[in-house]
């Protein structure tokens, strides 16, 4: 974990979403290459950096790869297939939030995952209405930047 004590609504370098997720800097890069949907704020001089949904994600890719065996290419798929919304599911939480492939609704997890904490928190159905649209918006993000990349 972290050695620096930032809120977990606060913003990570690389160097610090690399620590907090016990995997190289370099790892980050590569993932960012092959997955379209991870895509941190960037500014100027190239500098990364992650918000709390996108250390969501790596979390729910690094189980993918690294605890259920998928390659890049299934990860991929699985992306494809399930959306971008379960795997941010699979990043909740040291327990993981996956059960037969679906994602916990809403009202399960620990902490809210697309929500600003200084928002009062909306009705389960309306959340998790929100987390699909949320899901849909970040997928189509994902494939504009996909289609614009050269």
Not at 88 to 107: K, Q, T
Request: aromatic residues 6%; hydrophobic residues 40%.
């Amino acid at each position: 974990m972290s050695v620096t004590k930032k809120s977990a609504d606060a913003f990570r370098t690389i160097s610090e979403a690399a620590d907090e997720l016990d995997i190289p800097a370099h790892v980050l890069r590569f993932w960012e290459s092959k997955f379209a949907q991870i895509s941190p704020l960037k500014r100027a001089g190239g500098r990364r950096f992650y918000r709390p949904q996108d250390l969501q994600l790596l979390r729910g890719v690094k189980r993918l790869l690294y605890e259920d065996g998928y390659t890049i290419k299934g990860a991929r798929k699985y992306f494809k297939d399930h959306g971008i919304a379960a795997v941010m599911a699979m990043g909740e939480g040291e327990a993981g939030s996956v059960r037969d492939g679906l994602a916990i609704d809403a009202a399960d997890r620990e902490t809210p995952a697309l929500t600003a904490p200084v928002r009062p928190r909306p009705a389960d159905g309306a959340q998790r209405q929100l987390d699909d649209i949320l899901a849909d918006l970040e997928n189509a993000r994902a494939k504009l930047k996909a289609a614009l990349e050269p």
